[in-house]
T-cell receptor, first 112, second 112 residues
Framework: DQQVKQNSPSLSVQEGRISILNCDYT??????FLWYKKYPAEGPTFLIS?????DKNEDGRFTVFLNKSAKHLSLHIVPSQPGDSAVYFC???????????FGSGTKLNVKP | NAGVTQTPKFQVLKTGQSMTLQCAQD?????MSWYRQDPGMGLRLIHY???????DQGEVPNGYNVSRSTTEDFPLRLLSAAPSQTSVYFC???????????FGPGTRLTVT
């Protein structure tokens, strides 16, 4: 059973608007979370992370929110740009960083 | 700096054949890992290594062997390929004290 879930396989957003990508997890031992971005025919690239001691982390247009009680995190992209069109994976670890568990990904399409 | 390189990019095998997927890195990262990506499943960890001579199993290790004789290389061996091993394989590396992984471009493997 997957410990990290991304229930929306795809999301379409207009350029300039906000994109919100969601991720849920089941393992309460997870305490570090990352988002990766993947373009076709390339490997994933790291985007942003958050530790369980925080509930928000911001990096430019990207903000990740963590709700530990709900075991839920979200990635906000504001404003969305066509170059943001990619597959986004969330990943979680219990802190030793040797094993990360990935969600199934959400394909974001930002329309010009 | 080439980063993380993977060869081959594409491979077609018949059931029962063996092959080795190559992964090399020039960043002197201690940690290396192999993932497979399947539709609807995200990335799943196959094996990982925290340094030369040290390997361990991930979520889905069955049917795969690894060894780590140098810091730079981490080959993944399929001893007897099965159609269930049709997937895209990614190699990833990271520094020992960091959570961010650097992924290679992937190898698309088809087993008929």
């Amino acid at each position: 059973d997957q410990q990290v879930k991304q229930n929306s396989p795809s999301l379409s957003v207009q350029e300039g608007r906000i994109s919100i990508l969601n991720c849920d997890y089941t393992n309460s031992m997870f305490d570090y979370f990352l988002w990766y971005k993947k373009y076709p025919a390339e490997g994933p690239t790291f985007l942003i992370s958050i530790s369980s001691i925080k509930d928000k982390n911001e990096d430019g247009r990207f903000t990740v929110f963590l709700n530990k009680s709900a075991k839920h995190l979200s990635l906000h992209i504001v404003p969305s740009q066509p170059g943001d069109s990619a597959v986004y994976f969330c990943a979680a670890s219990d802190g030793n960083f040797n094993k990360f568990y990935f969600g199934s990904g959400t394909k974001l399409n930002v329309k010009p | 700096n080439a980063g993380v390189t993977q060869t081959p990019k594409f491979q077609v095998l018949k059931t029962g054949q063996s092959m080795t997927l190559q992964c090399a890195q020039d960043m002197n990262h201690e940690y290396m890992s192999w993932y497979r990506q399947d539709p609807g499943m995200g990335l799943r960890l196959i094996h990982y290594s925290v340094g030369a001579g040290i390997t361990d199993q991930g979520e889905v290790p069955n049917g795969y062997n690894v060894s780590r004789s140098t810091t730079e290389d981490f080959p993944l061996r399929l001893l007897s390929a099965a159609p269930s091993q049709t997937s895209v394989y990614f190699c990833a590396t990271r520094l020992g004290n960091s959570y961010e992984q650097y992924f290679g471009p992937g190898t698309r493997l088809t087993v008929t």
